[in-house]
């Protein structure tokens, strides 16, 4: 989940130079970066889907948990079951359609409008992802449900 990371904030990095460099191009030389809209979109992709298994694997994702200290520890283990199953479909689900986007764009040479970027290796790039969050949920769909704040005797807060 390392390379993750590493991807993810090289590209963040990439968009947070960009965005100064076309400022600073529009305001001092009166000419932006052409195609910077473009490279920012791609790049957004990147920053998202590449940090889309390392925030399956830490168990970041938005969580409603309201009513946890109302379940007991079996209903919340069940619960855990079918999310995460319901989760590590999706994502499966989501990468073969990506993967298949993917080879018809190759297939018809799919290319951004100003800088003609192939968009394949980057739908590529969001299937493999997918792919590898739904392998972390798939591994987490028979661990237990973690203890709720009323299992542990604390307040609710």
């Known amino acids: 989940m390392a390379a993750s990371a590493a991807l ?5 990095f990439a968009i947070m130079a960009l965005t100064f460099a076309d400022v600073l191009g529009r305001k001092l030389l009166a000419r932006s970066i052409p195609g ?6 791609l790049l957004m992709v990147v920053v998202i889907f590449a940090a889309l298994p390392m925030v399956s694997q830490r168990d970041e994702h938005v969580v409603f948990n309201s009513l946890d200290g109302h379940l007991s520890h079996a209903l919340r283990t069940a619960q855990c ?6 989760c590590a479909t999706a994502l499966a689900g989501l990468s073969l359609l990506m993967w298949r986007t993917g080879d018809a764009f190759v297939q018809t040479g799919e290319t951004t409008a100003q800088l003609a970027i192939g968009k394949a290796p980057f739908i590529y790039g ?13 591994l987490r769909v028979r661990r237990p449900a973690p203890a709720s704040a009323a299992d542990r005797g604390t307040a609710l807060s």
Request: net charge negative; aromatic share 4%; proline share 0%.
């Open 8 to 12: 993810s904030g090289l590209a963040l």
């Open 36 to 41: 910077s809209l473009e490279l920012t979109e």
């Open 81 to 86: 079951w079918l999310v995460e199953s319901l």
């Open 126 to 138: 969001m299937a493999v992802a997918c792919a590898l969050s739904a392998l972390v949920h798939l």
